[in-house]
């Protein structure tokens, strides 16, 4: 079956532009989390989605960092006023279950890697 | 921060068992730990869990010490397609109602698998 989709796997912005990166969970999915992974790191944490309830947005490094799921299943990741620093992979997870981790596991998509020149 | 601690990077050679230790020694009765990897350019992929038993699935065996304070990974026969980073994350099983605890991950351990 189909598994989290990501688009578009790449993408090169010039500093200051905005961009906004898809997330397509799998169907059914209630929670959907997003994570910002810088080269040679773990995945961090930036927000978290119940359907489409953002309960927690208190890893978006700032307010240049928008989140949204209107309908309780694509997401979109938006970035305004790119900057350097914003360059990593941004990925996307779901999982079926309320709570996020917990007793299900978290499905991750393949990731958005954002260069930002 | 994480609460575990990882070796920063192991090699293995193909075919033999890799196994990849984990300390957490701040774990609480109440958190699992769990195994994910993550292949170049993919995501990361469950790999097990387990609370203070030995537990192995398709993938791999999660042996937890009987203080929970550590744990190793093992690969039984490790091949060039295992080589990955891999990351030993403690979670809380059962979360409440809506609220959930962020998944920290640390900075893994990267395997490399050596023909």
């Known amino acids: 079956g189909a598994g989290v989709s990501q688009s578009p796997r790449y993408k090169v912005a010039k500093r200051g532009q905005d961009v906004a990166l898809r997330c397509d969970p799998i169907s059914g999915h209630v929670s959907l989390f997003w994570y910002q992974q810088a080269l040679g790191q773990g995945p961090e944490f930036l927000t978290y989605?119940?359907?489409?309830?953002?309960?927690?947005k208190s890893g978006l490094p700032s307010d240049r960092f928008f989140a949204e799921r209107p309908e309780g299943s694509v997401s979109t990741l938006k970035i305004q006023r790119t900057q350097q620093e914003d360059s990593a992979v941004y990925l996307c997870a779901s999982s079926i279950s309320r709570g996020g981790f917990s007793y299900n596991e978290q499905f991750f998509g393949p990731g958005t890697r954002l260069t930002v020149l | 921060d994480a609460k575990t601690t990882q070796p920063t990077s192991m090699d293995c050679a193909e075919g033999r068992a890799a196994n990849l230790p984990c300390n957490h020694s701040?774990?609480?009765?109440?958190?699992?730990v769990y195994w994910y990897r993550q292949i170049h350019s993919q995501g990361p992929q469950y790999i097990i869990h387990g609370l203070k038993n030995n537990e192995t699935n398709e993938m791999a065996s999660l042996i937890i010490t009987e203080d929970r304070k550590s744990s190793t990974l093992i690969l039984p026969h490790a091949t060039l397609r295992d080589t990955a980073v891999y990351y030993c994350?403690?979670?809380?099983?059962?979360?409440?109602?809506?609220?959930?605890?962020?998944?920290?991950f640390g900075p893994g351990t990267s395997l490399s698998v050596i023909p």
């Open positions: 989605f119940q359907n489409e309830a953002q309960l927690d």
């Open positions: 701040t774990i609480s009765g109440n958190e699992y």
């Open positions: 994350i403690v979670r809380p099983f059962i979360t409440r109602g809506t609220s959930y605890d962020k998944v920290i």
